[in-house]
């Protein structure tokens, strides 16, 4: 069975920052592409970052871009994201997804691509 567990949120004043972790587990991490949606209140899932099976190459959203990065320890069979000056905008629910296929690329940016997501962790920011 496949199992993503997210953890790592918490609440965070604005210009904070937060690490999120995803362990995964019951298929074959290192051929995944990985990645972080979020979904704000009242609002549809967000793609935020995506990684490459080797973890060399990214994709961020426009909004996210420069603030957050996305890695993956394939070893630990773990999944990353760093989020750095933190806004009132970042408050959502994270998840960590894989995707549908493996061995796909980062392109297209696109939740079409996405199959089994986690439960989520929540990123509350907040002065």
């Known amino acids: 069975e496949v199992q993503l567990l997210e953890s790592g949120g918490a609440l965070v004043q604005p210009g904070g920052s937060l690490s999120l972790s995803c362990a995964a587990s019951?298929?074959?991490?290192?051929?995944?592409?990985m990645s972080w949606v979020r979904q704000a209140p009242g609002k549809g899932p967000e793609l935020v970052a995506d990684?490459?099976?080797?973890?060399?190459?990214?994709e961020y959203a426009d909004s996210v871009k420069g603030r957050f990065t996305i890695s993956r320890d394939n070893a630990k069979r773990t999944l990353y994201l760093q989020l750095n000056n933190l806004k009132i905008e970042d408050t959502a629910v994270y998840y960590c997804?894989?995707?549908?296929?493996?061995?796909?690329?980062?392109?297209?940016?696109?939740?079409?691509?996405?199959?089994?997501w986690g439960q989520g962790t929540q990123v509350t920011v907040s002065s």
């Open positions: 997804a894989k995707d549908k296929n493996p061995w796909g690329g980062t392109r297209p940016f696109s939740a079409d691509r996405l199959g089994v």
């Open positions: 990684v490459d099976v080797s973890g060399t190459a990214a």
């Open positions: 019951g298929f074959d991490f290192p051929t995944y592409v």
